[in-house]
T-cell receptor, first 110, second 111 residues
Framework: NAGVTQTPKFRVLKTGQSMTLLCAQD?????MYWYRQDPGMGLRLIHY???????AKGEVPDGYNVSRLKKQNFLLGLESAAPSQTSVYFC?????????FGPGTRLTVL | TQLLEQSPQFLSIQEGENLTVYCNSS?????LQWYRQEPGEGPVLLVT?????EVKKLKRLTFQFGDARKDSSLHITAAQPGDTGLYLC???????????FGKGTSLLVTP
């Protein structure tokens, strides 16, 4: 089992560009999450999903969109990237507890 | 959003010392989890505590959940360089599906 995988691992964007981060899990988990981690801020929840076809907003959803078309995949989109979105993004999945995290995507917006 | 305050934010100690990390909130949690994160990796679960007053031990790590289920502590005995990392507490609400994380305690253990 690969667990939770994230693509890409690193990315540099210019302000205004768009991109999609892909999260995939092979554990048949119902719940999936996107967090961002910034120095001194801890992990903050962006969006989450409690099942295929469902999404919900977390603590910091502005500037991001998500989709869960397939149970194993959770996509995070940035329509118009801003420097404030420079961060490390973590995807996680679970049946309920604990959370299983991916290795993260380091995104820099110039 | 239920806030979790962790202290201290940073801790630098020498190998063999003992330490305690705290996680406090004004809210009641149905469960509380501790994760450890190493540089360049995602957090990994250490323990989940559910019952007020519960104490769990994981080798040299001792976790305690407060009686009122609002706070928790992590005690490390005889710290080793391999304990270096970011320790995060996360709380679950009685309803809902999202975990709220504290800002973490960054621990450095030097030989």
């Amino acid at each position: 089992n690969a667990g939770v995988t994230q693509t890409p691992k690193f990315r540099v964007l210019k302000t205004g560009q768009s991109m999609t981060l892909l999260c995939a899990q092979d554990m048949n988990h119902e719940y999936m999450y996107w967090y961002r981690q910034d120095p001194g801020m801890g992990l903050r929840l962006i969006h989450y999903s409690v099942g295929e076809g469902t999404t919900a907003k977390g603590e910091v959803p502005d500037g991001y969109n998500v989709s869960r078309l397939k149970k194993q995949n959770f996509l995070l989109g940035l329509e118009s990237a801003a420097p404030s979105q420079t961060s490390v993004y973590f995807c996680a999945s679970t049946f309920g507890t604990p959370l299983f995290f991916g290795p993260g995507t380091r995104l820099t917006v110039l | 959003t239920q806030l979790l305050e962790q202290s201290p934010q940073f801790l630098s100690i020498q190998e063999g010392e003992n330490l305690t990390v705290y996680c406090n909130s004004s809210s009641v949690f149905s469960s509380l989890q501790w994760y450890r994160q190493e540089p360049g990796e995602g957090p990994v679960l250490l323990v989940t505590v559910v019952t007020g007053g519960e104490v769990k031990k994981l080798k040299r790590l001792t976790f305690q959940f407060g009686d009122a289920r609002k706070d928790s502590s992590l005690h490390i005995t005889a710290a080793q360089p391999g304990d270096t990392g970011l320790y995060l507490c996360a709380g679950g609400e009685n309803s809902g599906y999202a975990l709220n994380f504290g800002k973490g305690t960054s621990l450095l253990v030097t030989p």
